[in-house]
DNA sequence: TTGAAAGCGCTAACAG
DNA sequence: CTGTTAGCGCTTTCAA
């Protein structure tokens, strides 16, 4: 027992529970209440462990209390963290957990089932409390699967399950914002460009979209006039957009990219053409991520409001980690962004 | 027990070392060096054991690992998820961590020194194996008691620290590679849009640009040309340049925006004034954003290639983790993109 | 209201 | 080469 070394200011080992404990003269257990806020303690030794703990710069031991309890961690998994969509769900996410003492932890899942199960299945290893899942590509089956060992909320997938909670934006409503626009602006025949999926799932977003899309245009006796492009949604799948649609007979006068990522790229593509939206035909996106709104961008599109998407999430979580049983799902009105990529259409010399 | 029950979905209780060495009839000393790739095991053990793993669908439980020894991840702190440089710097991490088997977390820290030190805390109280800080706005002195605890990776700032490593693009290389082309162009008068800092802080990238882009003004027998814009680096920022340079009686020809999110809130606010670059005046920025090459963008800027500064970041780390001593220092060479916002001045009628 | 003591799942001495 | 055993820092019965 050295510990008569008192002097030397190089203090090297962190306190534990068990040095605050002393320092305040408790037991053990009476320090892990305070730390809890759980039931049954005096205010007075209440005072005096919280007292103790700040003197020792006290800080718990995250992999300890999940050994036992709870990390008071949550975690959120995203394909890729450069998505400004995500980022604006992690800042409302982050808005209603900083007053709860839960932290944010995010893990970039990557753009395929099985990178992002691991993601996920890493995540829980970590024994975190709870997960958000933004846009997860993983089966029902999996999620299914996840949500017996932990509380899930979905982002952006439209799940009716049981045993998840959802948030999600109205992307039916927002598919038919979109097209009442571009018809109200006297267009008839459109193009949505699809991304494209190996097998249909109902649930994703990009499904519920086109089929917005189709049932819009189907209002509006149009079905004809509807053009699907079957490409994927990024940058690339944008480019190609471009190039499908000029190799159409009977081309549409405007065209629903399904996500601002594929407007941008058809943007950049048209761009290198000499063309622009929307003098080529006219552009919509989908997301109103920052980009959009640079001045020499102008893109519309349909806002869904990540800060309150991520902040209902947020919620949800914390009382499904509190005891919620049955699940909850929320779907959130999208609000259409006109900008200066969408016009009357152009008349076209013959 | 009425686990012969076909419908209900089995296993609740996940397995654990013990599970394994039980089913392999090792002890669990031997089933936990088989996970390590601990010296002394033989072939037969190691088979048996691995066996045993799959067979039980074992994963480890982190916080259990890391009560004692190592949780196999590496955390990573930006300000914000959402910034397309952060991301290829994730990605580049991402490739090297994947091989080995570590895994990432990111923290998502916010723009203060106060939040981003809290995000720090937090990894640590994770007890994660290491960490990479990406432009971190901490106290070098914080950056110091850190690394004490735990080895860490910056990104971003130029360092000379011996505890800390640090892996950063060269800014003062970058600003001369604008300045040169600028120049090259005929521009004399050129601004530079400084992020307003509270202190100087000489290890900071905006403070090495900055001094780099005077450097070459004075190399360029410019220095009385040069003209410093003091704003932020943010959208609003950009934008606020756009006034503060309207405002200047002897406005410059060409202006080096200093971050790609500046040059992009100041092509915004040229655009709503009707004027855009090279029109108004010349624009580049820095980072090479995704952004940058969208085609109506067209951002002359500088690359600093984050997806190398990411793997290099994550080597570093490794190798820290691994049980090097001193620090080390990397400096990786930008490259100039010249894109559509820079041109030779325009002759102004007077 | 408080405290003693038994683990959580894993790793790291140390024996055999 | 393999096994026994003692904790890591915390939470949680269960007594006092």
């Avoid at 203090?11 to 806020?37: E, M, P, Q, Y």
């Avoid at 899942?133 to 996840?146: G, I, K, M, Q, Y």
């Amino acid at each position: 027992m050295t510990d008569t070394d008192g002097g030397r200011p190089a203090r090297t080992k962190r306190a534990t529970i068990v040095d605050v404990a002393r320092h305040a003269g408790v037991s053990t257990a009476s320090a892990s209440k305070v730390l809890r806020n759980a039931y049954g303690v005096s205010d007075a030794m209440k005072e005096r462990v919280q007292a103790s703990m700040e003197a020792l710069e006290y800080r718990p031991h995250r992999p300890a209390r999940g050994m036992r309890g709870r990390t008071y961690t949550v975690g959120m998994m995203v394909s890729d963290i450069d998505n400004p969509y995500f980022s604006l769900i992690a800042d409302g996410l982050a808005s209603v957990l900083r007053p709860s003492d839960y932290e944010l932890l995010v893990s970039p899942g990557g753009y395929d089932a099985a990178s992002q199960n691991q993601a996920i299945e890493a995540l829980i290893d970590h024994q975190m409390d709870g997960l958000i899942l933004v846009a997860p590509l993983v089966s029902p089956a999996d999620l299914e699967r996840v949500s017996g060992e932990i509380p899930v909320v979905v982002v952006g997938s439209h799940t009716a399950s049981p045993s998840v909670d959802s948030v999600s934006g109205d992307d039916q409503l927002g598919s038919r914002l979109v097209v009442d626009h571009l018809v109200a602006l006297g267009h008839r025949r459109i193009g949505f460009v699809a991304n494209h999926q190996v097998a249909a799932e109902s649930h994703r977003p990009e499904s519920v979209r086109l089929a917005g899309f189709l049932e819009a245009m189907a209002q509006h006796d149009l079905s004809d006039e509807a053009v699907v492009i079957d490409t994927q949604w990024s940058l690339e799948g944008g480019r190609d957009a471009v190039r499908l649609i000029d190799a159409l007979d009977n081309p549409p006068s405007a065209v629903f990219a399904g996500a601002d990522i594929t407007a941008l790229g058809m943007m950049s593509e048209l761009w290198e053409g000499s063309r622009s939206a929307p003098d080529a035909y006219s552009l919509a996106g989908y997301d109103n991520s920052r980009i959009a709104s640079i001045g020499p961008i102008g893109l519309t599109t349909v806002d869904q409001s990540g800060h309150e998407v991520g902040a209902s999430a947020g919620r949800l979580l914390l009382e499904r980690i509190g005891g919620r049983g049955e699940a909850s799902h929320l779907l959130l009105r999208p609000e259409l962004v006109v900008r200066t990529t969408t016009a009357p259409p152009t008349p076209r010399a013959l």
